[in-house]
């Protein structure tokens, strides 16, 4: 698989120094998000994401806030050393919708969407289901966009479902229609002389009103292959597992990559850690892959072939100098897939919290087969 070959220079460059209203036109006139990078004194430092501006200062001084502030540091990968392991692990590390490549004296850009193209044969016999997140974060259609934004902020996600009052998938909101639809204010000139009054009416208009629809959906049956294909032509980055009308799943790009991994990963390897403004030095790591680890193993049972990854990030918050730190779990086994998120001050009571949260989930689902497996037989044994 040559990978080389799908490395474009179809991007844009901008300097640390600019503010945040000048990126806005960018993605505005864009229909897929592009490559943004930044440059400083010369020198690619890093990329700009959607996800960014929606948590940096874009809802109140875009024409003062530097995007130096908020900008995401990214790994490179020399043409030399292209591989789609490496290529894949950087997508779900960093979570960016391009990798960069260093060539000889100048950068290059994997896209997401090219690179999925290109390992689409991987997933052969794969179904939605297999890899669908069961967890569908939502809004309520009547909510404002200031909820939703809220809610993306509060869930670490770029896009959120919009239900009915019957929990029925009427729409999706992304960070970039708010981005589009609320903040650029139809694109013209006012962005950034607006009062914070003004701003606040701004992000009360109703989801419904800025949303898109109808959405893009499919079936947990369907293959992934399918998914890959109707992300690629619709042009957006998720796609909601729907069971009726009623949204049963959901499943993104990274899901794919992760799906990916986990295949291409050495057996040995059943757990992932990655982080986010998190440092881990060996010992701390390997004692976390050995608490990680044990778990798989008290559960080998139940839950056969298994995969756990594990995302951690540091967030704003301090308690006697003790980072708040975020953490989110993905457990893929042959009984399904498992996800939780948790939050507690410091690495160790964060993974513990969170993992203590995991283990709830899959002993309910546990009991839940204990339970039908018992029926069925009091039921053989009375018939």
Same mark, same amino acid.
């Given at each position: 698989?040559?990978?080389?070959?799908?490395?474009?220079?179809?991007?844009?460059?901008?300097?640390?120094?600019?503010?945040?209203?000048?990126?806005?036109?960018?993605?505005?006139?864009?229909?897929?998000?592009?490559?943004?990078?930044?440059?400083?004194? &010369?020198?690619?430092?890093?990329?700009?994401?959607?996800?960014?501006?929606?948590?940096?200062?874009?809802?109140?001084?875009?024409?003062?806030?530097?995007?130096?502030?908020?900008?995401?540091?990214?790994?490179?990968?020399?043409?030399?050393?292209?591989?789609?392991?490496?290529?894949?692990?950087?997508?779900?590390?960093?979570?960016?919708?391009?990798?960069?490549?260093?060539?000889?004296?100048?950068?290059?850009?994997?896209?997401?969407?090219?690179?999925?193209?290109?390992?689409?044969? *991987?997933?052969?016999?794969?179904?939605?289901?297999?890899?669908?997140?069961?967890?569908?974060?939502?809004?309520?259609?009547?909510?404002? +966009? +200031?909820?939703?934004?809220?809610?993306?902020?509060?869930?670490?996600?770029?896009?959120?479902?919009?239900?009915?009052?019957?929990?029925?998938?009427? &729409?999706?909101?992304?960070?970039?229609?708010?981005?589009?639809?609320?903040?650029?204010?139809?694109?013209?000139?006012?962005?950034?002389?607006?009062?914070?009054?003004?701003?606040?009416?701004?992000?009360?208009?109703?989801? *419904?009103?800025?949303?898109?629809?109808?959405?893009?959906?499919?079936?947990?049956?369907?293959?992934?292959?399918?998914?890959?294909?109707?992300?690629?032509?619709?042009?957006?980055?998720?796609?909601?597992?729907?069971?009726?009308?009623?949204?049963? &799943?959901?499943?993104?790009?990274?899901?794919?990559?992760?799906?990916?991994?986990?295949?291409?990963?050495?057996?040995?390897?059943?757990?992932?850690?990655?982080?986010?403004?998190?440092?881990?030095?060996?010992?701390?790591?390997?004692?976390?892959?050995?608490?990680?680890?044990?778990?798989?193993?008290?559960?080998? &049972?139940?839950?056969?072939?298994?995969?756990?990854?594990?995302?951690?990030?540091?967030?704003?918050?301090?308690?006697?100098?003790?980072?708040?730190?975020?953490?989110?779990?993905?457990?893929?086994?042959?009984?399904?897939?498992?996800?939780?998120?948790?939050?507690?001050?410091?690495?160790?009571?964060?993974?513990?919290?969170?993992?203590?949260?995991?283990?709830?989930?899959?002993?309910?689902?546990?009991?839940?087969?204990?339970?039908?497996?018992?029926?069925?037989?009091?039921?053989?044994?009375?018939?």
């Amino acid at each position: 698989m040559n990978i080389g070959e799908i490395v474009r220079d179809d991007y844009d460059v901008i300097s640390v120094n600019e503010t945040i209203s000048k990126v806005i036109p960018m993605l505005s006139e864009s229909k897929h998000e592009r490559a943004i990078l930044v440059e400083e004194n &010369g020198k690619i430092v890093g990329i700009v994401r959607e996800k960014d501006l929606i948590r940096g200062g874009l809802m109140t001084t875009p024409r003062e806030t530097k995007i130096k502030k908020f900008f995401t540091k990214t790994g490179i990968i020399h043409i030399s050393e292209l591989t789609p392991e490496r290529v894949a692990r950087r997508f779900v590390e960093d979570s960016v919708p391009f990798v960069l490549v260093k060539l000889n004296g100048k950068i290059g850009v994997i896209y997401i969407n090219d690179f999925l193209q290109k390992i689409k044969q *991987e997933f052969e016999n794969v179904e939605v289901g297999d890899v669908m997140n069961p967890e569908v974060i939502v809004v309520r259609s009547s909510d404002s +966009a +200031a909820k939703a934004l809220a809610t993306m902020r509060d869930y670490g996600v770029s896009r959120v479902v919009v239900v009915d009052d019957e929990n029925k998938v009427v &729409g999706i909101i992304t960070g970039k229609d708010i981005i589009d639809r609320v903040v650029s204010l139809g694109k013209d000139d006012r962005l950034g002389h607006l009062s914070m009054k003004e701003k606040i009416k701004t992000l009360s208009i109703i989801v *419904e009103g800025i949303m898109s629809y109808p959405v893009v959906t499919i079936k947990k049956e369907n293959p992934i292959a399918k998914a890959i294909d109707l992300m690629v032509e619709n042009d957006i980055s998720s796609l909601v597992v729907v069971d009726g009308n009623v949204p049963g &799943g959901i499943i993104t790009k990274k899901d794919f990559l992760e799906y990916y991994l986990k295949k291409v990963t050495p057996k040995e390897y059943e757990v992932q850690i990655i982080t986010k403004g998190v440092v881990l030095d060996d010992s701390e790591t390997e004692v976390l892959l050995k608490d990680l680890n044990k778990f798989l193993k008290k559960f080998k &049972g139940y839950l056969g072939k298994s995969h756990l990854f594990v995302y951690m990030k540091k967030l704003k918050l301090y308690y006697r100098r003790i980072p708040l730190i975020y953490v989110r779990m993905k457990l893929t086994s042959d009984r399904g897939t498992f996800f939780v998120t948790g939050e507690s001050w410091g690495i160790e009571f964060a993974i513990h919290v969170t993992l203590n949260k995991l283990e709830r989930q899959v002993i309910k689902d546990k009991e839940l087969v204990v339970n039908k497996r018992t029926m069925q037989r009091f039921y053989e044994e009375t018939l």
